[in-house]
């Protein structure tokens, strides 16, 4: 049984090998700042206060064995004065000619920036050898997120949004880069996703202030605006059953685009219930829920079958004896989607 935990600096090896399998601005393939997020993270879950961009949150999921085999985060704040969060609004613009009777519909970027910016939910990766396991491990790693929000509300803002990942070819170029992006800056999309880890101030700097007509751009890389990487077609899925959806905005340097919605509108913080474990094994057939609790003061959680009556909630003795708990131990029970799903976000 997959268990989901708060990461330990003993993690970094193993977060280092997720993160060559991803290697974004969120989670990229560098000692330094995975040591830093590691510490960061284990502050935030030791001290939760309010969000602000020093409270991270970075979850691992571990194996039977306890190996680490994927791993995801919750950022509480995306978008401050100092690294705004930065996104190209997808519009439509129409110009018509009386005396030619043509009438053309342009779709159009404008590059945004918010400095107070919403929750980010983002680093997702499963090894591949875990997808499509028993015990739903790519969806206790995107759902379990929301577990952990509901318990803490007030440690996240209002708004919860995730960038999914756009196509990028085994090179690593972003074809909608090197259409948009290079043009303006002169850099690669490596050299330049590297950069807005740390400084984002050169995208305000050099992209236009006024919209942009993406007819200019090659028809194939304009009809893939705002469409994810293949791989990262189910984390999607999830997120879309979560109750978050595409708000017109996409990322300036993939041309990803921006899922989002309101905390109080996201299916598995409504659906919730915190409780206390009951004895006994859940009813036949049971739905399968994602289980947490923070007894002993640590988030640890588990997706297996269970029910509840009331505020009673009944699991199975494995789930019991990974998440440590005794009868009358406070646990929490978030339904799991029917859909499968599995993947990653950035």
Known sequence: MFLMRGAIAADLPSLLELAALLDSPN????????????????RAFREPGPPGPEREYQFVLVDDGDAVVGTSAILSKHGTPEMPHLFLRVGEETRFSPSSSVRVTHTTLQLGASHDGPTEIGSLVLRPEARGRPGWPGKLLSWGRFAFIAR???????TVLAEMRAAIDAQGR????DAFGRRFTGMSYTEADRRSAVDKSFVLDLFPATPFYASLLDPDVAAQIGHV??????????????????????????????????VAKIVPVQQTVFGR????????PAPPAILSTEE???????????????????????????????????????PLPAARGRGGDG
């Open 296 to 334: 002993g003061g640590e988030f640890r959680a588990v997706a297996a079958t269970a029910s509840r009556e009331g505020d009673a909630i009944r699991v199975p003795k494995e789930a019991r004896k990974r998440l440590r708990l005794a009868i009358g131990d406070e646990i929490a029970w978030t």
């Open 152 to 158: 803490k509300p007030g440690c996240f803002e209002k």
């Open 174 to 177: 972003s074809a909608f880069w």
């Open 229 to 262: 990487h293949g791989e990262a077609k189910p984390a999607l899925r999830l997120l879309e059953q979560a109750g978050l959806h595409w708000q017109g905005e996409i990322d300036p340097f993939d041309g990803g685009p921006f899922v989002a919605a309101p």
């Open 277 to 284: 474990l009951a004895d006994g094994a859940p009813d036949e």
């Open 27 to 42: 989670l990229p393939h560098d000692d330094a700042f995975l040591r830093r997020r590691i510490a960061r993270s284990e």
